[in-house]
Nanobody, 120 residues
Framework: QVQLVESGGGSVQPGGSLRLSCATSGIAFSFYAVGWYRQAPGKQRELVASITSVDGTNYANSVKDRFTISRDNAKKTVYLQMNSLKAEDTAVYYC??????????????WGQGTQVTVSE
């Protein structure tokens, strides 16, 4: 059974920090690219940051220099360190694991999401 479990969300004041974790099980984790997406109320889900199976990273312009994505293949976990948080970072954050070229049944998985709220 494949599971992606996000944790680390919560409420923080502007300028604060949070570290999200995405713990996976049931997949050959080292072969998967992993992305953090977010969805704010009334908005489309957007890619925030991603990391490939060989540690290549990509960030949305809105979070560059503030967020850092990393992975620990031994723990099958991906992290998102979020610093200098802004109100506009408020959203539900989702973890996605994707394996290009894999069979459809094992190609793409999502976590359940974790809420991040940035407010005074």
């Amino acid at each position: 059974q494949v599971q992606l479990v996000e944790s680390g969300g919560g409420s923080v004041q502007p300028g604060g920090s949070l570290r999200l974790s995405c713990a996976t099980s049931g997949i050959a984790f080292s072969f998967y690219a992993v992305g953090w997406y977010r969805q704010a109320p009334g908005k489309q889900r957007e890619l925030v940051a991603s990391i490939t199976s060989v540690d290549g990273t990509n960030y949305a312009n809105s979070v560059k220099d503030r967020f850092t994505i990393s992975r620990d293949n031994a723990k099958k976990t991906v992290y998102l360190q979020m610093n200098s948080l802004k109100a506009e970072d408020t959203a539900v954050y989702y973890c996605n694991a994707f394996r290009q070229g894999a069979a459809a049944s094992i190609r793409n998985f999502w976590g359940q999401g974790t809420q991040v709220t940035v407010s005074e």
